[in-house]
């Protein structure tokens, strides 16, 4: 966990600016940037899905990272945005993702949550459905 402080600005630029963040610390943390804001328009649920970092973790595993930012813990906090609904979106873009590869590299679901200025990489978060 590291503080930081996001600026004031639209929703849009807060969500962004805490995509860069999370990517740096991802990045300092020894992972590599695959892809970024992977998205499927459309699927099982009317907006498709989307992942915000593709990462790849030293050992070869794959990363799929969903980042959240509020500005405070209050109602959870940032960790607790992730809903099942928003777990079942990004599960059917990794899913899509990985069908475009030839080997399947080991998987997992991580999320970055950044509650005010501090930031938590939470690792294995969540699993994909069997």
């Known amino acids: 966990?590291?503080?930081?402080?996001?600026?004031?600005?639209?929703?849009?630029?807060?969500?962004?600016?805490?995509?860069?963040?999370?990517?740096?610390?991802?990045?300092r943390q020894g992972l590599a940037l695959v892809r970024r804001n992977y998205r499927v328009a459309r699927g099982p649920h009317a907006?498709?899905?989307?992942?915000?970092?593709i990462m790849k973790a030293a050992d070869g595993t794959l990363v799929f990272v969903e980042v959240r930012a509020r500005r405070g813990d209050s109602h959870g906090g940032a960790a607790a945005s992730v809903t099942g609904l928003k777990q079942r979106r990004i599960v059917y873009a990794a899913q899509h993702f990985l069908q475009?590869?030839?080997?399947?590299?080991?998987?997992?679901?991580?999320?970055?949550?950044?509650?005010?200025?501090?930031?938590?990489?939470?690792?294995?978060?969540?699993?994909?459905?069997?």
């Open 1 to 27: 966990m590291f503080k930081v402080g996001l600026r004031d600005q639209s929703t849009k630029g807060r969500g962004d600016e805490a995509e860069e963040l999370a990517l740096r610390h991802l990045l």
């Open 47 to 53: 907006r498709g899905g989307e992942v915000d970092l």
């Open 100 to 130: 475009r590869l030839a080997n399947m590299p080991p998987c997992r679901f991580d999320v970055v949550a950044i509650d005010g200025d501090t930031v938590q990489w939470l690792q294995a978060a969540f699993d994909a459905p069997a």
